[in-house]
């Protein structure tokens, strides 16, 4: 497949800034699925547990970490959050307010690529949940997650291996415009070895490092809500090269091609490290 270039920097902050105050939806509920699953691998989180949650986003790591400490009836663990992306740190910290968790938890705005202001040995535990293919530096951002974390710590690194949602839209594009070049962004991402290579590189260990996979399904049990979803702001870069004409029909092919499905979700399947410093 042809590849488009990535983005970088300040594009990157404005694509998340455009989809800040519709990830959750946009997201399908997947990389929470996905995170809880990574939540499970990790050693347990105590009271006593200093995490990092990397390119948190809206806080989807952040909030589950709180609900479980929550439903297990145990004292919070300390938490900061940071992100590149001003609206996603505005959405969190309005959480972290609405939930009076500011005890606990902290939002920064702060690139992936250089977490200089955090001191060295800090956390127990850092976890970025599909953000590492965003920075822009992923090897530099990997240092930091290695520098910042205390000796013992450990940190997990989810980025998808294969995202059927993007094979679908593809599909999509195929049948509105014969022979368009495939959208694929991010395609280096989803080979076996470019993640466990950049953290190498960052200088994790390898008989530290443990690479899996991970599944969810993304439910398209409800169609409107799906063809809603795939016409919403993180889709706007896959319409690029159709013409009026064909964008007209975006939705409509989307639902024909989610109807034909007949209620089969969207399989998603993620790479994740899991490393130990």
């Known amino acids: 497949m042809s590849k488009l270039p990535d983005l970088k920097g300040e594009e990157w902050q404005q694509f998340f800034e455009k989809g800040a105050s519709?990830?959750?939806?946009?997201?399908?509920?997947?990389?929470?699925a996905i995170l809880q699953q990574v939540l499970d691998m990790l050693p347990p989180i105590t009271s006593s547990s200093?995490?990092?949650?990397?390119?948190?986003?809206?806080?989807?790591?952040?909030?589950?970490?709180?609900?479980?400490?929550?439903?297990?009836?145990?004292?919070?663990p300390c938490i900061q959050a940071t992100d590149y992306s001003e609206g996603m740190i505005t959405i969190l910290q309005g959480r972290i307010d609405e939930g009076k968790w500011s005890g606990s938890v902290t939002a920064q705005i702060m690139d992936g690529s250089d977490l200089s202001p955090i001191a060295d040995d800090t956390f127990t535990h850092c976890i970025t949940n599909f953000g590492i293919f965003a920075f822009p530096d992923a090897v530099a951002g990997a240092g930091h997650i290695r520098r910042t974390l205390k000796p013992g710590g450990t940190a997990a690194i989810t980025t998808w291996k294969s995202p059927e949602n993007i094979?679908?839209?593809?599909?999509?594009?195929?049948?509105?415009?014969?022979?368009?070049?495939?959208?694929?962004?991010?395609q280096e991402?989803?080979?076996e070895g470019k993640l466990p290579g950049v953290l190498h590189e960052a200088g994790f260990e390898k008989k530290r490092t443990e690479i899996s996979e991970?599944?969810?399904?993304?439910?398209?049990?409800d169609l409107g809500a799906c063809v809603e979803l795939f016409d919403g702001p993180f889709w706007n870069g896959a319409k690029e090269g159709l013409n009026e004409e064909q964008k007209g029909r975006w939705s409509k092919v989307i639902r024909e091609e989610l109807e034909k499905r007949q209620g089969k979700g969207i399989e998603m399947?993620?790479?994740v490290a899991v490393v130990r410093k």
């Open 214 to 221: 991970l599944r969810a399904i993304w439910d398209i049990s």
């Open 189 to 191: 991402w989803l080979e």
């Open 50 to 76: 200093i995490i990092h949650d990397n390119a948190c986003g809206p806080g989807v790591a952040t909030m589950e970490i709180l609900a479980r400490a929550t439903k297990a009836g145990t004292s919070l």
């Open 22 to 32: 519709e990830y959750k939806k946009q997201s399908g509920g997947v990389t929470l």
């Open 167 to 186: 094979f679908f839209i593809n599909k999509v594009r195929e049948i509105l415009a014969p022979g368009c070049a495939p959208w694929f962004p991010l």
């Open 269 to 271: 399947i993620a790479w």
